[in-house]
């Protein structure tokens, strides 16, 4: 199983950002984007059943963030608008072999699979 993270870089704040997660060697009811800014905890962002339904968004994101899954080829990706430096952080994808109740999306023990993580910069 792998997850790889693509997208990342340095923006200007204001601006937009699309991340990609490739997602091989299994499918999984749950993906899960979470981010980690220096000297913070891991935090959640958003999540997605690959079945569809609800997407779940962490309060700060909420309206400029949005994560979409692309079954075909096998992918979830957030785009991210309206970037603030506060968003500035490494930023993982997730995958759960659970589907569980909504409340449990942003807890990091129910991911079983993470991706290497791809850094965000956004500058002021």
């Known amino acids: 199983v792998q997850l790889q993270a693509s997208g990342g870089g340095l923006v200007q704040a204001g601006g937009s950002l699309r991340l990609s997660c490739a997602v091989s060697g299994s499918t999984f009811p749950r993906l899960a984007w979470f981010r980690q800014a220096p000297g913070k905890e891991r935090e959640f962002v958003s999540g997605?059943?690959?079945?569809?339904?609800?997407?779940p968004y962490a309060d700060s994101v909420k309206g400029r963030f949005f994560i979409s899954r692309d079954i075909a080829k096998n992918t979830v990706s957030l785009q991210m608008n309206s970037l603030k430096p506060e968003d500035t952080a490494v930023y993982y994808c997730a995958a759960s072999r659970t589907n569980l109740i909504s409340s449990t999306f942003a807890q990091i023990k129910y991911y079983d699979y993470w991706g290497q993580g791809t850094q965000v910069t956004v500058s002021s």
């Open positions: 997605i059943r690959w079945s569809g339904g609800s997407t």
